[in-house]
């Protein structure tokens, strides 16, 4: 069965320090992978997505990931966080069906 | 832009009653889908369906059963709500040919 890892639950960080939030997922095969982002009381929002190509993705507000293949990985990043970033942050994965499985989410709070 | 809309964005029941919570989305997709969404848990699947009438069973669907009479509208039933099934619940849409997913606002139920 599919699964994701999302190993840190709760990240502090000050304004401006780079952020580097992790993403692991059990599935040999073909996958597409995303992150989403839940700012405070708001509903999840798509932050960036990898289907085929560039590993390296670009997605809204600054962020980017990369996918790793061989380490099964899809970690998020961004060089210089700012305090309208704080909110939760899920991995998620689709290996060619029609479920979206998730990670337990990042919880991110960023300190002026 | 898809819309997914979650009837109610509030509901407090009583421990045995039946919970009907709505969701309506505007864009044809043929997939929907059911979260619940928990601290440090993530958000996980009870039930998706990819087309009317037709359903499957998530991670989690003990509690819960599904209706999709209608393309755009896919209900989640608690037969005989529990304090444990407080959570807050999402409903997503998918649009195949891009894979892209929307998202509701959600409905927080409280069991009581």
């Known amino acids: 069965a599919q699964s994701v890892s999302q190993h840190n639950h709760h990240v502090i960080l000050s304004e401006a320090a780079s952020l580097e939030l992790g993403c692991n997922y059990s599935?040999?095969?073909?996958?597409?992978l995303f992150w989403y982002v839940q700012y405070p009381g708001q509903h999840l929002q798509l932050l960036l997505k990898?289907?085929?190509?560039?590993?390296l993705v670009k997605g809204i507000k600054g962020f980017e990931a990369e996918f790793i293949k061989s380490k099964f990985s899809f970690n998020l990043r961004k060089p210089s966080v700012q305090w309208s970033d704080t909110a939760e942050y899920f991995c998620?994965?689709?290996?060619?069906?029609?479920?979206?499985?998730f990670g337990t989410g990042t919880r991110l709070q960023v300190f002026p | 832009d898809v819309k997914v809309t979650q009837s109610s964005r509030y509901l407090v029941k009583r421990t045995g009653e039946k919970v009907f919570l709505e969701c309506v989305q505007d864009m044809d997709h043929e997939n929907m889908f059911w979260y619940r969404q928990d601290p440090g848990l993530g958000l996980r699947l009870i039930y998706f369906?990819?087309?009317?009438?037709?359903?499957e069973k998530g991670d989690i669907p003990e509690g819960y059963s599904v209706s999709r009479e209608k393309k755009e509208r896919f209900s989640l039933i608690l037969e005989s709500a529990s304090t444990n099934q407080t959570s807050m619940y999402l409903c997503?849409?998918?649009?195949?040919?891009?894979?892209?997913?929307?998202f509701g606002s959600g409905t927080r139920l409280t069991v009581v």
């Open positions: 599935y040999g095969g073909t996958v597409n």
């Open positions: 990898y289907f085929s190509g560039d590993p």
């Open positions: 369906s990819y087309d009317v009438k037709m359903k």
């Open positions: 997503a849409s998918r649009d195949r040919a891009r894979d892209g997913y929307t």
């Open positions: 998620a994965v689709n290996a060619n069906t029609d479920k979206l499985i």
